[in-house]
């Protein structure tokens, strides 16, 4: 059974760099068979996706987070990771990553965890 | 882009009782592509239905998915008390869209 863990700083500073770790356990991030995802969730409110990636590098981002996020997947530790740059309080969320399946729905998510972006 | 709307925003029901839930996409969108999701207080979101009707892995019968075009329908046939909780439909296209999602409450 697929299991997958963020880890990463709780809090960011305003204009900072938000870097989130996922890894992966009971399944290959090399599998050609999934893509694997980063969703956020603000405080209160719904569900907003990030971004996901292919094993072979192939990424494709939410066009209003484009310009500062970045995915990138690391086979040899079993992990993908994320990256969101110049950070306001606006970014403030649970961060989930996830496991997207063939019909494209996420059926595998990690527990969350929350960022705060605060001075 | 295409915009999920989900009604009611709220739903409160009595366990035992039937609970439908409605998802609207903003333009026909392919159904093999919909999903739903259950999230409970500080937990992560759990896959209920892909492609519109298919049940996932160790899902109750209970719950059931159905529709096309634009409008989508989420039932679940006898609430249990472990149901009550925020449930989004989500689709896929170019990019992943969620709706805002509706909440069973108790009665």
């Given at each position: 059974?697929?299991?997958?863990?963020?880890?990463?700083?709780?809090?960011?500073?305003?204009?900072?760099?938000?870097?989130?770790?996922?890894?992966?356990?009971?399944?290959?991030?090399?599998?050609?068979?999934?893509?694997?995802?980063?969703?956020?969730?603000?405080?209160?409110?719904?569900?907003?996706?990030?971004?996901?990636?292919?094993?072979?590098?192939?990424?494709?981002?939410?066009?209003?987070?484009?310009?500062?996020v970045t995915?990138?997947?690391?086979?040899?530790?079993?992990?993908?990771?994320?990256?969101?740059?110049?950070?306001?309080?606006?970014?403030?969320?649970?961060?989930?990553?996830?496991?997207?399946?063939?019909y494209?729905?996420?059926?595998?998510?990690?527990?969350?965890t929350?960022?705060t972006?605060?001075? | 882009?295409?915009?999920?709307?989900?009604?009611?925003?709220?739903?409160?029901?009595?366990?035992?009782?039937?609970?439908?839930?409605?998802?609207?996409?903003?333009?026909?969108?392919?159904?093999?592509?919909?999903?739903?999701?259950?999230?409970?207080?500080s937990?992560?979101?759990?896959?209920?239905?892909?492609g519109?009707?298919?049940?996932?892995?160790?899902?109750?019968?209970?719950?059931?998915?159905?529709?096309?075009?634009?409008?989508?329908t989420?039932?679940?046939?006898?609430?249990?008390?472990?149901?009550?909780?925020?449930?989004?439909?989500?689709?896929?296209?170019?990019?992943?869209?969620?709706?805002?999602?509706?909440?069973?409450?108790?009665?």
């Amino acid at each position: 059974q697929v299991q997958l863990q963020e880890s990463g700083p709780g809090l960011v500073k305003p204009s900072g760099t938000l870097s989130l770790t996922c890894t992966v356990s009971g399944d290959s991030v090399s599998s050609d068979s999934y893509y694997w995802t980063w969703i956020r969730q603000s405080p209160g409110k719904g569900l907003e996706w990030i971004g996901y990636i292919y094993f072979s590098g192939s990424t494709n981002y939410n066009p209003s987070l484009e310009s500062r996020v970045t995915i990138s997947v690391d086979t040899s530790k079993n992990q993908f990771s994320l990256n969101l740059s110049s950070v306001t309080a606006a970014d403030t969320a649970v961060y989930y990553c996830a496991r997207v399946s063939r019909y494209y729905d996420l059926d595998s998510w990690g527990q969350g965890t929350l960022v705060t972006v605060s001075s | 882009e295409i915009v999920l709307t989900q009604s009611p925003g709220t739903l409160s029901l009595s366990p035992g009782e039937r609970a439908t839930l409605s998802c609207r996409a903003s333009q026909s969108v392919i159904s093999r592509y919909v999903a739903w999701y259950q999230q409970k207080p500080s937990q992560a979101p759990r896959l209920l239905i892909y492609g519109a009707s298919s049940r996932a892995t160790g899902i109750p019968d209970r719950f059931s998915g159905s529709g096309s075009g634009t409008d989508f329908t989420l039932t679940i046939s006898r609430l249990e008390p472990e149901d009550f909780a925020v449930y989004y439909c989500q689709h896929y296209a170019t990019s992943f869209t969620f709706g805002p999602g509706t909440k069973v409450e108790i009665k």
